[in-house]
């Protein structure tokens, strides 16, 4: 059984997540793994994150980017990494 690794979430990743509605989280977390399967970007890159996002037309993603600084990235790519872990993990447990 694999098991998921468990990171404690610095504060402000937890004040950013409280402030976002759960199906605007769900969304943005979509949205990202969009951008990241492209391969096109480095995730690091916020700017060009947002640029390509524009370009796929997830323009909520690429909205909310605008709104945020580099500290709150951070912390959404983070919460982005969790949240992958777990959807794979989800994923794993039914095939």
């Given at each position: ?9 610095p ?25 990241r ?18 370009e ?40």
């Amino acid at each position: 059984m694999t098991r998921v690794r468990q990171v404690a979430l610095p504060q402000y990743v937890i004040i950013l997540l409280h402030r976002m509605d759960i199906g605007l989280q769900e969304q943005i977390f979509q949205e990202l793994e969009k951008v990241r399967d492209t391969g096109v970007v480095n995730m690091a890159d916020k700017s060009g994150v947002q640029y390509i996002a524009y370009e796929l037309g997830v323009d909520t993603l690429a909205i909310f980017l605008g709104q945020i600084g580099v500290k709150e990235y951070a912390a959404l790519l983070l919460a982005f990494g969790e949240w992958t872990e777990k959807i794979q993990g989800n994923t794993m447990k039914t095939t």
